[in-house]
């Protein structure tokens, strides 16, 4: 397997370097969405009974993994503030959650751009030494050119292998990013209206559970 991988040219070493980076930004973006992936009903339910006893509802959530946590903390912490005041933290909070699910995935995405045409180059390089081989034997018979058009498929099978790759990784992870974000969405407006309620004021609010 490593000799037909040597055979395939120059190419080969960038196109190994965007396979260890998709490689191990997968590993790690996994790691973290499980660590994020939270329901943002139960979430605001647990918020509200503690809101309900009269407690400090779970000071450390600003400071969890889950933007449905961070986001419901963040609304928790603004207690006693405008409504207007809160919705626009929690907007920046939001915003900044969006940024770091995002984190790297640009990475990938051009991985996914860029393998075929490393791959295509590589093409290319074959297709030149193949046709150097014929010009200096005087012949064009298989055996001359079969080592140049060799390199040539073996640097395209791979520069497809990593983009279909890459494109899969990317993909996975920016519909699993919509998903956690709008679910942090979701938790924003319920941790809202369960801070400061519409057309109400945290006044109202704080004494409306007193």
């Not at 191990?24 to 979430?43: G, N, Q, S, T």
């Amino acid at each position: 397997m490593l000799e037909i991988l040597r055979q395939g040219g120059v190419v080969m070493y960038p196109l190994g370097l965007c396979s260890v980076l998709t490689v191990a930004i997968f590993v790690e973006r996994l790691w973290h969405f499980l660590r994020a992936d939270r329901d943002p009903h139960a979430v605001i339910s647990r918020a509200q009974a503690a809101l309900t006893e009269g407690g400090n509802p779970h000071p450390q959530w600003p400071d969890e993994p889950a933007p449905v946590m961070r986001v419901v903390g963040a609304a928790l912490a603004s207690r006693g503030r405008p409504r207007s005041v809160v919705e626009e933290h929690l907007q920046a909070i939001l915003a900044g959650e969006g940024l770091r699910l995002g984190a790297r995935l640009g990475i990938v995405g051009t991985i996914g751009n860029i393998s075929p045409f490393i791959g295509l180059f590589g093409t290319v390089l074959g297709i030149i030494h193949a046709f150097r081989a014929i010009g200096e034997v005087g012949a064009a018979g298989p055996a001359v050119v079969a080592s140049g058009i060799s390199e040539a498929l073996i640097a395209t099978a791979a520069g497809l292998f990593v983009a279909i790759t890459a494109v899969i990784v990317y993909n996975l992870f920016v519909l699993w990013q919509a998903r956690l974000f709008r679910r942090a969405e979701i938790a924003a407006g319920e941790a809202l209206n369960l801070v400061v309620p519409e057309g109400g004021s945290a006044s109202q609010t704080t004494t409306e559970r007193q």
